[in-house]
């Protein structure tokens, strides 16, 4: 399994970016997919998730109305748009694969793979 995330970079505060995740060796529909970051000195936290229809989506308050998760399934790739970026949102972002729908979403215990992770740097 592999997933390749891509899409980071650096960016003025208020800026965009829109982050991708591509998936192979496993079977992306059946893989409800999140996103994750973890800044310097800072425990990985949860970011969003999207469940493997496309029909549910999830947030952490912190990016909420400002992010937005989506995926095709076609092409086995999740994306994030990041919108009015902060300086604060600056971390490597990493994508991430979950297969029970029991496990918590917003955990990285829950996830079963992970990508290598693309950094982000908002510059303000």
């Known amino acids: 399994v592999q997933l390749q995330a891509s899409g980071g970079g650096l960016v003025q505060a208020g800026g965009s970016l829109r982050l991708s995740c591509a998936a192979s060796g496993l079977t992306f529909s059946d893989y409800d997919m999140g996103w994750f970051r973890q800044a310097p000195g800072k425990e990985r936290e949860f970011v969003a998730a999207?469940?493997?229809?496309?029909?549910?989506?999830y947030y952490a308050d912190s990016v909420k109305g400002r992010f937005t998760i989506s995926r095709d399934n076609a092409k086995k790739t999740v994306y994030l748009q990041m919108n009015s970026l902060k300086a604060e949102d600056t971390a490597v972002y990493y994508c991430?694969?979950?297969?029970?729908?029991?496990?918590?979403?917003?955990?990285?215990?829950?996830?079963?793979?992970w990508g290598q992770g693309t950094e982000v740097t908002v510059s303000s």
């Open positions: 999207i469940s493997w229809s496309g029909y549910s989506t």
């Open positions: 991430a694969a979950r297969s029970s729908p029991r496990s918590l979403r917003v955990a990285p215990l829950g996830y079963d793979y």
